[in-house]
């Protein structure tokens, strides 16, 4: 709420001045109904007609000024949340990323932080106005009679009793209702990304059924909670009327004898009315900030996540080595690391979030600079897995990983990142031009740079098919593209900031034989000569590299060239005797 301090103490002031004129209207309208209707007084009724609609406008103004204050302080504290959230995922690992889940996260930036943002601005609008509200009409029901005004003593106990009862027993419920929000979203983003297999093997009965389980649950469980909370309105409508009849009757009885006037009882009347709205307003009010405190409790465990990757801030080169340092802790790194190494794997093993058995187990091996390096393996062995490692995706649970001699622990991150072009195994375009997300890759990229990066990746042929080229609109995720264009221009993406590593994970899949071997021709022509890793399910695309890692389920079952494989490594021939005839 930084910033917003003017808003927040304006928005409730000006609602409390609305409240002081309301409180007036009951003492005018007994006044026009002692004095001048009373007394056929025909300008004291205009006097106080006058009065009437002068509180009215002032009181309009208050409200319209508070709920500026009250909107713009509740827009702009919602709007900084979203930010440092926002920020704080982009933070996390891909270990924190998995474990919570994109859905969750989705419904923290989004539902989640409506309902805190209406919480906030209803807070500062009535949080002090109804109680005021209800206080004020009680004490001034004390000023005109106060064997009438000890009814207002017994009633308020009693609705505030009603109402945080059922504010104590919800507050829980909606904390669940948003828990199996999160799983309805999860469902349908999961149906959404994957609608065409679930098409191609007619799993659309089992999907809406799983959906309708899934709904009923959230569903049950709203009606259950909306139920508990529609009760407050009938139980405090009911116990307000009983007071208000009570009120009555009393009244009628001390008019008759003199102690009251008709007007001092309609006053009475009216007061008990104001609390009866206020205390509705007030039940809903608590209805919203425990739906909005549920929400902020999930939205800080998730700002509240700790980032478990810790980049260093500074690296420092000093005559032919490399040392790191962040604050006053310094690390230089021994001399034995030959300067023609580029990616070195030592004794490296990874475990997953939550992950029953490691992933990849004793990894060892070095990439000097300029080589291609192959990895293949069976489907779930590793080979994604080890290349995330060089980035720092994810880190190593043991062991070492050094890009250029330095373990990737102590880079900081953009100076990482920024020695290496990674394709993933899913191609990923974002909603723009071609010119823009390949710019992705290098903001400050001229079009001769991304021509020339479009035609490494040989993607300038259907690039230029399209009339505006460069300017060709490309929908969320490139559905408007077939699977070859999508992979080949996330290609061209990491190729235009011409990258010291490049790492290509299973990226051309759905390229045929023939893009494939112009596209692996390109690379060996790259005049950078970067250090590649390709990940790749076919043998006939590894065969030239100058090292080939086989990796069967987290191990390495062989590591050297296709020939040297060819006699030595029996899983390795085995793939390969499956693709060939």
């Not at 893009?515 to 060996?524: E, G, V």
């Amino acid at each position: 709420m930084k910033g917003y301090g003017k808003e927040c103490i304006f928005g409730p002031l000006f609602k409390l001045l609305e409240a002081s004129f309301e409180l007036f209207v009951p003492l005018v309208i007994a006044a026009m109904i002692d004095r001048g209707i009373r007394q056929q007084d025909g300008s004291s009724v205009l006097r106080s007609g006058l009065l009437l609609v002068a509180l009215a406008l002032i009181g309009l103004t208050c409200s319209i000024t508070a709920q500026y204050f009250s909107a713009k302080a509740a827009t702009g504290f919602a709007a900084k949340v979203k930010h440092a959230l926002f920020a704080h995922i982009q933070e996390l690992s891909f270990s924190e990323l998995d474990t919570i889940g994109t859905s969750t996260l989705i419904t923290r930036l989004t539902s989640d932080m409506n309902q805190i943002q209406n919480g906030v601005n209803l807070t500062l609008r009535l949080f002090l106005r109804s109680p005021f509200i209800v206080v004020g009409a009680m004490v001034m029901a004390f000023t005109i009679d106060v064997k009438a005004a000890l009814i207002f003593v017994v009633v308020i106990p009693i609705l505030s009793v009603v109402v945080f009862g059922i504010m104590l027993i919800s507050m829980p419920l909606y904390k669940k209702i948003q828990t199996r929000l999160d799983r309805i979203l999860g469902i349908t983003r999961e149906n959404l990304n994957g609608i065409r297999v679930i098409r191609a093997f007619h799993k659309e009965d089992e999907e809406m059924t799983g959906f309708a389980e899934s709904n009923g649950l959230l569903t049950r469980t709203q009606l259950f909670v909306g139920r508990i909370s529609a009760l407050m309105n009938p139980v405090t409508y009911i116990i307000i009327n009983a007071a208000l009849l009570i009120l009555i009757y009393t009244g009628a009885w001390q008019v008759e004898e003199g102690a009251l006037t008709q007007g001092q009882v309609v006053a009475l009347v009216n007061y008990m009315s104001q609390i009866l709205v206020e205390l509705i307003k007030l039940a809903n009010l608590i209805i919203s900030i425990t739906k909005a405190c549920a929400c902020a409790t999930r939205v800080a465990a998730v700002l509240d996540t700790p980032v478990s990757q810790q980049f260093p801030d500074t690296l420092l080169a000093e005559t032919g080595y490399h040392a790191v340092s962040k604050g006053t802790a310094a690390h230089t790194v021994s001399p034995q690391a030959s300067p023609e190494e580029s990616v070195c794997f030592s004794d490296v093993d990874v475990l997953y979030a939550e992950g029953g058995a490691e992933s990849l187990s004793h990894i060892s091996f070095t990439a000097k600079k300029g080589q291609t390096i192959g990895i293949i393996g069976g489907t779930g062995s590793g080979k994604s897995t080890l290349v995330s490692l060089i980035p720092r995706f994810y880190d190593a649970a043991a062991g070492t990983v050094l890009v250029d001699g330095i373990p990737v622990e102590q880079y900081p991150k953009e100076t990482l990142r920024r020695k290496i072009g990674i394709v993933q195994q899913k191609a990923v375009l974002f909603q723009g031009t071609i010119r823009d997300n390949i710019r992705r890759g290098k903001v400050d990229a001229t079009d001769e740079e991304i021509q020339t990066a479009l035609e490494l990746a040989q993607a300038a042929e259907f690039v230029n098919r399209f009339p505006s080229g460069l300017d060709h609109y490309i929908t969320a995720g490139g559905k408007n593209l077939s699977g070859g264009q999508r992979q080949r221009l996330t290609i061209a993406r990491a190729l235009v900031r011409q990258p010291e590593i490049l790492i290509l994970d299973d990226s051309t899949s759905a390229l045929d034989y023939a893009t494939d071997a112009r596209l692996r021709q390109a690379l060996r022509k790259l005049p950078e000569h970067p250090t590649i890793f390709l990940v790749s399910q076919r043998a006939s695309s590894l065969m030239h590299a100058d090292q080939i890692i086989v990796l069967e389920e987290g191990h390495m079952a062989g590591i050297g060239t296709h020939e040297e494989l060819l006699q030595s490594c029996a899983v390795y021939q085995e793939i390969y005797a499956s693709q060939t005839r």
